[in-house]
């Protein structure tokens, strides 16, 4: 389970950063977007002292219910997710703190027959950072198919020779999709073939958005538009496994609601 869970804070790892690369995060924006639906749904975890509530309400991890909450703190995202560990003491931990490339951190540990997990991605003014319960059966292997539960990105071709091993929707209240896949084969191979899947079916590759996320991460990122839809799409050769891991994110323009200043 401890991998599945890995898998899923490394994944929110990129969807957060995708956010704070578009500027929906900053707190400079102001305001939430059009449309946006406040929700205030308990998740039953105290955050590390200090932290600022955003928002919350229900995704679902693997086609099952969870529940995330949105905050703001003035520490940078690693030392916020040690104060959140050393903050929950006591508990059994099933993921140790992860700090990856594009400055986000990740823990989590075993509340009864929950796993409650954080993940924090810095921001100019100290970083922001999201608190999920979800019953620990989400992260349970895929069926006879090799896929887990859920669902994949609508209008969004599937990696070729991969299975889904983790699925999130409605990540910030709104229609959205965040499905990773893994399989084998070469990275610019994958590549080509979302280019030539995606333009076929009528998106538009922003070349210069893509390219700079390329620059934050370890792999390759390629990003799409279709009028109102966006669709982000990493690909990234694991170099002990020699897997290839790609992770499909699709969602509608509004995403999240920017960070109130600190």
């Not at 956010?19 to 900053?26: A, K, S, T």
């Not at 909450?69 to 929950?88: D, G, I, K, N, W």
């Not at 140790?96 to 991605?121: E, F, K, R």
């Not at 799409?224 to 694991?238: A, Q, S, V, W």
């Amino acid at each position: 389970m401890t991998r599945k869970i890995v898998f899923i804070t490394l994944a929110c790892s990129l969807l957060i950063a995708y956010g704070v690369m578009q500027r929906q995060l900053d707190a400079r924006s102001g305001g939430q977007p059009a449309g946006f639906d406040a929700a205030n749904v308990d998740v039953g975890v105290k955050a590390p002292s200090g932290s600022k509530f955003v928002r919350s309400y229900e995704s679902r991890i693997n086609g099952v219910r969870a529940k995330i909450a949105h905050y703001v703190s003035a520490l940078p995202a690693q030392r916020l997710v040690q104060r959140f560990m050393s903050e929950t003491a006591g508990n059994k931990p099933v993921v140790p703190a992860l700090v990856h490339s594009t400055g986000c951190a990740a823990a989590g540990y075993a509340d009864g027959s929950d796993v409650i997990g954080v993940v924090a991605m810095n921001s100019p003014s100290g970083c922001s950072f999201f608190i999920s319960r979800a019953p620990a059966k989400v992260y349970d292997g895929g069926g006879k198919s090799g896929d887990v539960p859920g669902a994949d990105a609508p209008g969004i071709p599937r990696p070729i020779r991969s299975s889904r091993t983790m699925s999130v929707e409605d990540l910030g209240g709104v229609p959205s999709v965040l499905a990773f896949y893994e399989g084998w084969g070469p990275a610019a191979e994958q590549a080509s073939f979302f280019r030539r899947e995606m333009a076929g079916r009528g998106w538009r590759e922003t070349e210069d958005f893509g390219r700079m996320m390329s620059e934050q991460m370890d792999g390759d990122v390629l990003s799409f538009t279709n009028g109102t839809k966006r669709c982000m799409i990493y690909i990234e050769k694991e170099p002990r496994s020699g897997k290839l891991v790609t992770t499909v994110l699709y969602r509608v323009k509004d995403w999240l609601p920017a960070a109130p200043a600190y």
